[in-house]
């Protein structure tokens, strides 16, 4: 960690705040970072958008791969104010960050009433045993269309 990690941090750490002052949504922030320049910035807007992805993690992913003309951030660095929740754990690995900091961590969350703890518990369960029925329907119909694409030949593989 550098001089530079803690500035960018605190950036993060400040749009957490902002946002939160401004009835944006909860009390996160979070910045991409490419050859020491911010790139783009996010924080909550879930309550705001009435977007349940509206996290601050997804938020700046989403600005930075706009701003770069990219769907990949492999030459990035997040820095979150909050340990990423498992919705945006997996949105950073699909952009594939090169590093990633975070100051706050999952039981700080928990103990503002932000607890991701379910959702790991629901993870583990087999599908028909999770509190929110899922239900494996006419997959053959659905079938086809992952055929085409696994045969396409000028397909943008990610």
């Not at 991409?32 to 879930?46: L, Q, R, S, T, Y």
């Not at 990219?70 to 030459?75: A, I, N, R, W």
Request: net charge negative; hydrophobic share 35%; glycine share 6%.
């Amino acid at each position: 960690m550098t001089e530079e990690d803690k500035k960018f941090m605190r950036r993060a750490i400040k749009l957490a705040e902002e946002g939160m002052n401004t009835g944006a949504g909860g009390p996160f922030g979070a910045v991409v970072v490419k050859d020491g320049k911010i790139i783009a910035e996010g924080w909550n807007v879930v309550t705001s958008t009435n977007d349940p992805t509206g996290h601050a993690e997804i938020t700046a992913i989403r600005r930075a791969c706009e701003n770069l003309n990219t769907f990949q951030l492999e030459d990035c660095v997040l820095y979150t104010s909050c340990e990423p929740c498992p919705m945006c754990l997996g949105a950073i690995y699909w952009a594939r960050p090169k590093k990633v900091y975070y100051a706050l961590n999952h039981n700080d969350a928990a103990k503002i009433g932000f607890d991701d703890g379910f959702i790991y518990k629901e993870l583990d369960k087999e599908m028909k045993e999770r509190e929110i029925p899922f239900e494996n329907i006419i997959r053959d119909e659905a079938l086809p269309v992952f055929e085409k694409w696994d045969e396409k030949e000028n397909r943008i593989d990610y």
